[in-house]
């Protein structure tokens, strides 16, 4: 291994995976390991020693991705970056067990995968309380720029404004928990990776137990609209048909709108108040900047990744 982790190293990366739900450890493993089980892994793809098969993009769903494959690592010539991985782990000091090492492949297109946690909420609950442990994930970058979609301190919905985009290098690692909320994502060229699920001694563990993760609901108290944001819900009930507030309301808007407004941020006017309204949320609202848009477009953008270079 390259990279030797101290006891004070550990007790800082297990506060960072406990809070955030994962932690990065770039370059812990020899690069010419890495490079030698990434030729290996190739060479294998290629003589169909490895036996790829496609796995999902939507959870749940009985069509497969063809630009997303597996196959478990059952070779004895891998035997030598499961160990040291397994070396890194126990690290640790948790109960983990390494189980079904798979190498994972990508081809340049498809999509992300549905938000989704690899353990079931019923396995995650046993092993918190009998062991007060968690069970984890664990990937390792075997070519440059080997991303993974997480939403830190994500463990029960998929906040979108949380979407981070981790990126990995070769001999990189990244370690999460069972319960934080990921997706694959999704790549422009071919990336090869290894997974392995990280068990708890002592709490049985099935393999394709994925759950869906589903996004953050919040429901108007007069009818049944919902939606993934707390401001969304808001900018609906004050229009909504069934408020008792609503008639009044909308007269409001109509002698406000009317009457302008000018922007004491970026200094411009604007003839119409639901117009000045749009452009500070959109670009001066702190909530909002994750959704701000480029200048001429009346389309809000996706958050933005948050990249984090682990090299």
């Known amino acids: 291994m390259s990279a030797v982790i101290d006891d004070d190293a550990v007790e800082t990366l297990l506060k960072c995976f406990w809070e955030d739900g994962y932690v990065i450890m770039p ?86 995968q549905d938000p989704h946690r690899d353990i079931p909420a019923v396995e995650i609950g046993k092993a918190r309380k009998k062991f007060s442990e968690i069970q984890a994930g664990l990937i390792i970058g075997l070519t440059e720029n080997t991303k993974l979609v997480l939403y830190p301190k994500c463990f029960a919905v998929a906040d979108p404004r949380r979407r981070t985009e981790v990126l990995l290098g070769a001999g990189d690692c990244v370690i999460f928990r069972g319960d ?28 394709d137990a994925t759950e869906f993760a589903p996004p953050p609901a919040y429901k108007c108290e007069f009818c049944p609209f919902m939606a993934p944001t707390k401001l969304q819900v808001s900018n609906h009930k004050r229009g909504c048909l069934r408020n008792p507030a609503h008639a009044a309301n909308r007269a409001r808007e109509r002698e406000l709108n009317e009457k302008g407004k000018f922007c004491c941020v970026c200094k411009k006017p604007f003839a119409k108040r639901n117009t000045y309204y749009k452009h500070y949320n959109r670009r001066h609202k702190p909530y909002l900047k994750l959704y701000a848009q480029p200048e001429g477009s009346d389309k809000l953008q996706h958050p933005k990744n948050e990249t984090l270079a682990s090299g």
């Open 27 to 112: 370059k812990v493993f020899a690069a010419e390991m890495i490079t030698t089980v990434c030729a290996k892994v190739e060479a294998d793809d290629e003589s169909e020693t490895l036996k790829f098969v496609s796995i999902f993009k939507e959870v749940g769903s009985n069509t497969f991705d063809e630009f997303r494959k597996m196959a478990l690592l059952n070779r004895k010539a891998y035997k030598k970056l499961k160990d040291e991985a397994t070396l890194l782990i126990k690290k640790f000091h948790m109960r983990w067990q390494p189980k079904e090492w798979a190498a994972l492949k990508s081809l340049p297109g498809g999509e992300e």
């Open 180 to 207: 934080v909320i990921y997706s694959g994502a999704a790549f422009t060229e071919l990336n090869y990776r290894i997974h392995c699920v990280l068990t708890i001694k002592g709490i049985k563990w099935g393999a």
